[in-house]
């Protein structure tokens, strides 16, 4: 059973940082896309970065450009999105995603795996 588990989401201060981790089981990731995703309430999903499989390429929303780091550790299977600069606007649930090619984009059909989500909330 493949599973995908967020961490490191929390409440900040506007200007602060987090660190999100997605740690992948069940399933190798290292030959796919890996990416994240958020919603926010009364809001549509929205897609943040993606990461290639083996790293090379990453891409992001145009709102997340500059701020957000999207990385990954093979080795480990985990995923990492460093956040800097958050804003109110920021505030969403953050969804950690598996993908089934090697790279991915800002279409959720990319991915097949979608983890639970973690709670983001900058305060202004």
């Known amino acids: 059973q493949v599973q995908l588990v967020e961490s490191g989401g929390g409440l900040v201060q506007a200007g602060g940082s987090l660190r999100l981790s997605c740690a992948a089981s069940g399933r190798t990731f290292s030959s796919y896309a890996m990416g994240w995703f958020r919603q926010a309430p009364g809001k549509e999903r929205e897609f943040v970065a993606t990461?290639?499989?083996?790293?090379?390429?990453?891409y992001y929303a145009e709102a997340m450009k500059g701020r957000f780091t999207i990385s990954r550790d093979n080795a480990k299977n985990t995923m990492y999105l460093q956040m800097n600069s958050l804003k109110p606007e920021d505030t969403a649930v953050y969804y950690c995603v598996g993908g089934v090619v090697r790279v991915g984009g800002s279409d959720p059909g990319f991915y097949r795996y979608w983890g639970q989500g973690t709670q983001v909330t900058v305060s202004s």
């Open positions: 990461i290639s499989w083996n790293g090379g390429l990453t």
